[in-house]
């Protein structure tokens, strides 16, 4: 048996999230489908770093590849993106020592979220578009109250599958580039829905609808208020999987141009 470990892109508009479920389609379950076909009913396994939420999407997510075979990596790749749909996409795929986990191996996860403040025909499935007026510096500076070691309870779903509610917050980044607002979380882990329902609160933060004393009552105490506020899954990007002594580029950047068209762009009349 021999281990690989896999770098994966995906649009995830149109799957039930990474995880793989009886009934519904999803990342780690296609995966699994097209592996089959690829190693000829030889058992196969699949971990992911993490599990994405339905409809959330991927820049790079990392799993592990467990399958009796002599194909190269590169072949593995080929072969794997020969039989995927177009909106799953294999970047890149490595041998992997025996003992590497791409979930516990993992020392951080990055999560990038995209605001729009226009309506965009091109840019839909992935950003959120907000209508109201948001004060930028607002949601900027009670973002830095989210950094550290919290209990993240009023900010997740309940789930069996983890024991902890408390997450620590390495970094979150805050930028305007045109009219988009991008917001980067940076953890040890995520529980489900948090990173959805924190963007939530920093948006009713920029709208005035709450302040920062809000979002420090529901790192102190559990509340359900959070869970009003979740963001649609279509703006957010797991961006990056960090294992040791990997560091993510600092540069915050869009996923998408949605500047367009604009006025001053039109032609001048002779």
Same mark, same amino acid.
């Given at each position: 048996?021999a281990r690989?470990?896999?770098y994966?892109e995906?649009?995830?508009?149109r799957?039930?999230g990474?995880? *793989?479920q009886?009934?519904?389609?999803s990342?780690? !379950?296609?995966l699994?489908e097209v %592996? ?5 009913g #030889?058992?196969v396994?699949?971990y ?6 339905a409809g959330?999407h991927?820049?790079?997510q990392?799993?592990?590849?467990d399958v009796k ?5 590169e ?6 993106n ?10 890149e795929v490595?041998?992997?020592n025996?003992?590497?986990?791409a979930?516990?191996?993992?020392k951080s996860r ?7 403040r226009r309506?965009?025909?091109?840019g ?10 948001l004060?930028f510096?607002k *949601?900027n500076n009670?973002s830095?109250?989210?950094? !550290?070691m919290?209990d993240?309870? %009023?900010?997740?779903?309940n789930?069996? #599958?983890e024991k902890s509610t ?5 970094e979150?980044q805050?930028k305007e ?6 917001i980067?979380i ?6 489900w ?31 359900p208020?959070p869970a009003?506020y979740?963001?649609?899954p ?5 961006e990056?999987v960090?294992?040791k002594?990997?560091i993510l580029?600092p540069e915050?950047r869009?996923l998408?141009?949605i500047?367009g068209y604009?006025?001053s762009?039109?032609p001048i009349a002779?």
């Amino acid at each position: 048996m021999a281990r690989f470990k896999l770098y994966i892109e995906y649009e995830g508009t149109r799957y039930s999230g990474w995880q *793989m479920q009886n009934n519904s389609k999803s990342i780690q !379950g296609k995966l699994h489908e097209v %592996s089959k076909v690829i190693f000829k009913g #030889e058992h196969v396994e699949i971990y992911g770093s993490g599990r994405t939420d339905a409809g959330v999407h991927a820049l790079c997510q990392v799993a592990h590849l467990d399958v009796k075979t002599m194909l190269a990596p590169e072949i593995i790749r080929m072969k794997m993106n020969d039989e995927l749909p177009s909106d799953i996409n294999i970047l890149e795929v490595e041998k992997a020592n025996p003992n590497f986990h791409a979930r516990y191996d993992a020392k951080s996860r990055c999560y990038l979220y995209q605001i729009s403040r226009r309506r965009t025909s091109f840019g839909k499935p992935f950003v959120w578009w907000i209508k109201d007026q948001l004060n930028f510096n607002k *949601m900027n500076n009670a973002s830095n109250l989210f950094v !550290g070691m919290h209990d993240f309870t %009023s900010f997740a779903d309940n789930d069996d #599958e983890e024991k902890s509610t408390k997450v620590l917050i390495e970094e979150v980044q805050i930028k305007e580039e045109g009219d988009l607002i991008l917001i980067r979380i940076t953890g040890s882990h995520f529980l489900w829905k948090q990173v959805r329902r924190m963007v939530g609160v920093l948006v009713e933060i920029g709208r005035g609808k709450l302040t920062p004393d809000d979002l420090k009552y529901f790192l102190e105490h559990k509340s359900p208020t959070p869970a009003k506020y979740t963001a649609p899954p279509s703006g957010l990007f797991l961006e990056r999987v960090l294992y040791k002594e990997e560091i993510l580029a600092p540069e915050l950047r869009p996923l998408i141009n949605i500047e367009g068209y604009k006025k001053s762009q039109r032609p001048i009349a002779k």
